[in-house]
């Protein structure tokens, strides 16, 4: 029992530390085309958010997302309509805690794809 808790425990830790890799690799990325890092991992009730950034005057929600191959669609497709939700639900969460609307500050919600180690900045994705 133990072992198998330790190797739960482990491959947890792997997948988590993986994601916060390639939300650094992002992130840089991101910046390196003039956005400025705002918040990582924004997190509310019933929704999470990996990057936060600003462009100009626009807020920029960012997910990432990494897939070693395309064997279910890869990374893009792994965005559901019920993932997107929730990072919209946590958006106006952020808006809100910051004393915000969406009618007074533009937003958009961006993401980076990796399919394996090369990223994919798509604007505007949902």
Not at 56 to 70: M, Y
Not at 74 to 81: C, W
Not at 89 to 109: D, K, S, V
Request: aromatic content about 8%; proline content about 2%.
């Amino acid at each position: 029992m133990q072992q198998r808790l330790s190797s739960l425990l482990q491959a947890g830790t792997t997948r988590i530390s993986k994601g916060r890799h390639f939300e650094l690799i992002a992130e840089k990325r991101l910046q390196a085309a003039g956005l400025q890092p705002l918040w990582r991992n924004y997190r509310c009730r019933g929704g999470e958010i990996d990057l936060i950034m600003r462009h100009d005057q626009t807020l920029v929600f960012v997910e990432v997302r990494h897939r070693a191959d395309r064997g279910h669609g890869g990374a893009a497709a792994s965005i559901t309509r019920s993932k997107q939700q929730k990072v919209q639900l946590a958006a106006r969460h952020y808006l809100q805690q910051h004393g915000l609307n969406e009618a007074q500050q533009a937003c958009r919600f961006d993401v980076v794809v990796f399919e394996g180690e090369l990223p994919e900045w798509i604007q505007n994705a949902f």
